[in-house]
């Protein structure tokens, strides 16, 4: 009995930890910027390069901020989810295009739908870096204040949406 | 044929020079060169983990590498760069990550592990030891 004993509480102390591990993706970081003000940045707009694009126009309503560039497919994937949720209205889209080329970029949008309000134009990717971003696209979801509240890496879809966000936007709206 | 088999495998073995990421040197003086690629060798790339920015191609680590040779640029020291890293991606972008609260366990688990090997082996070495010796 006492033999076994010692192993027996080593593998009940570790199992949580095994599956724990098994569970998570190691390919998905977690942002380091939750409950954290979102990285300041200002840039010109993909549409128009006398206008900008600043942080200070995401405060005030919870927005989402999409990083975004025609080079990446997973952006094409969820672009029709993108244009439903910008038809619905409920909340403001802001791009981040991402180390794209400006005439592409605007051509994809004339060709697939623009559901942004604006989109930024991070032509050398400095405000990616700023946002910690490591791989498009990426989905923000930012407070009335302007704090991260959860960052979303990969395709956006309606399941996803449902089961993280909603509620997420539920919450900040009381 | 020879001849063919030992050129071809010449240029095999020439292949990863050739192909390597950063063409030219970043820094004239090379003692910053060094320390250039001394920090790169020791950023992961966030978008291809297994690789570091210094043999990676991906988008994400040439942006690194370009905004690491500005830190330099603009006299940031080792720790300067690596708290902007830690800042954006986490601990998880080192590849020595510093002995901080969180990742304390990271450094001290091996020893904590070596610790309960040696109390096992010692437990059971006299364990045998107290037993009659006739026994086998």
């Known amino acids: 009995m006492n033999r076994y004993l010692l192993p027996l509480v080593a593998v009940i102390v570790f199992l949580p930890f095994l599956v724990l591990g098994l569970r998570s993706d190691p390919s998905k970081l977690p942002s380091q910027y939750i409950g954290k003000a979102a990285p ?67 051509q994809w949008l004339a060709q697939y739908g623009d559901p942004y309000v604006a989109s930024g134009f991070d032509e050398d990717g400095r405000v990616g870096i700023d946002w910690g971003v490591y791989g498009a696209p990426e989905t923000f979801l930012l407070s009335q204040e302007g704090e991260v509240v959860y960052r979303f890496t990969g395709p956006l879809s309606a399941s996803h949406w449902e089961r993280e966000f909603v509620p997420r936007i539920a919450e900040l709206g009381k | 044929m020879i001849r063919r088999i030992v050129i071809c495998l ?97 450094w001290i688990a091996p020893f904590l592990l070596l610790l309960v090997g040696g109390f096992a082996i010692v437990g059971v070495v006299r364990h045998r030891m107290a037993l009659p010796l006739d026994e086998q």
Request: glycine share 6%; proline share 4%; with cysteine.
């Open chain 1, 40 to 106: 300041e940045f200002d840039l010109p707009t993909l549409r128009d390069n006398t206008r900008n694009l600043a942080s200070a126009d995401l405060t005030g309503q919870v927005s989402l901020v999409n990083v975004w560039a025609t080079w990446c497919v997973g952006c094409r994937a969820e672009h029709g989810f993108l244009m439903q949720l910008a038809q619905q209205g409920d909340i403001p889209i802001y791009g981040i295009n991402w180390r794209d080329n400006r005439p592409d970029a605007i």
């Open chain 2, 10 to 106: 010449t240029a095999a073995c020439l292949a990863p020079t050739v192909m390597a990421i950063d063409t030219g040197k970043a820094f004239e003086d090379p003692a910053q060169q060094e320390r250039y690629e001394r920090i790169i060798a020791e950023v992961r790339c966030v978008t291809c983990q297994n690789q570091n920015i210094k043999d990676s191609n991906a988008f994400i680590a040439a942006d690194l590498r370009r905004e690491i040779r500005r830190l330099m640029m603009e006299g940031k020291s080792d720790t300067e760069i690596a708290d902007f890293l830690v800042t954006r991606y986490g601990d998880f972008v080192l590849y020595r990550p510093r002995a901080t609260g969180k990742t304390l366990i990271l």
